[in-house]
């Protein structure tokens, strides 16, 4: 993979459950990079997932997911995860009040001829970032179609569970 990165997007929002990414790939590169952060609300933790959004931006919410992570927690010990046949991505762990983040490199994501395979490191801490986490994962949406965009989200349960998000889009050349 060659290293120059072309701005294509930024989105962002504010006390939101999700964040969605419409029409950020193209024909015009088969590798992304996509850099995240975010602030997680309330007193509650939970997973990071993404989705991808389909050739009309539609969440794709199919069981068409598989994913492996190893978390590495500074406070315990590292563990394995996987997914098969899930509706998202997993992509990290949210610690309530904390500020993370990450990067996924996104790979064919517009080629309607093959599967999109995404790798994904994320960092955060626990509760008021008292401790340090990690996560790498690998993952593949398994089906062969035309991908626009994706989405982020937190699982949890207040009112909203992102207090602040941002999500930058490069293309790689």
Do not use: W
């Not at 999700?18 to 933790?45: P, Q």
């Not at 309607?112 to 509760?127: E, I, K, P, R, W």
């Not at 994962?137 to 398994?142: A, D, E, L, S, T």
Request: hydrophobic share 30%; aromatic share 16%; with cysteine.
């Amino acid at each position: 993979m060659a290293g120059n990165l072309e701005f294509i997007t930024s989105a962002s929002g504010t006390n939101v459950y999700s964040l969605d990414v419409t029409d950020c790939f193209s024909a015009d590169y088969e590798t992304y990079k996509v850099i995240y952060y975010y602030d997680r609300a309330f007193d509650v933790s939970g997973y990071v997932r993404t989705r991808l959004l389909d050739s009309t931006n539609t969440v794709i919410t199919a069981s068409e997911y598989d994913y492996a992570e190893l978390a590495m927690r500074s406070y315990n010990t590292f563990f394995e995860n996987r997914g098969t046949n899930n509706s998202f991505f997993s992509i990290g762990y949210s610690y309530d009040y904390n500020t993370a983040g990450g990067e996924m490199t996104i790979f064919n994501p517009y080629n309607s001829s093959s599967y999109t395979f995404v790798n994904n490191s994320n960092a955060g801490g626990t509760s008021l970032n008292a401790d340090l986490f990690g996560y790498k994962n690998i993952g593949v949406h398994k089906s062969a179609e035309q991908i626009n965009g994706l989405r982020i989200l937190v699982t949890g349960g207040g009112p909203y569970d992102i207090n602040e998000i941002t999500i930058n889009v490069y293309g790689v050349k």
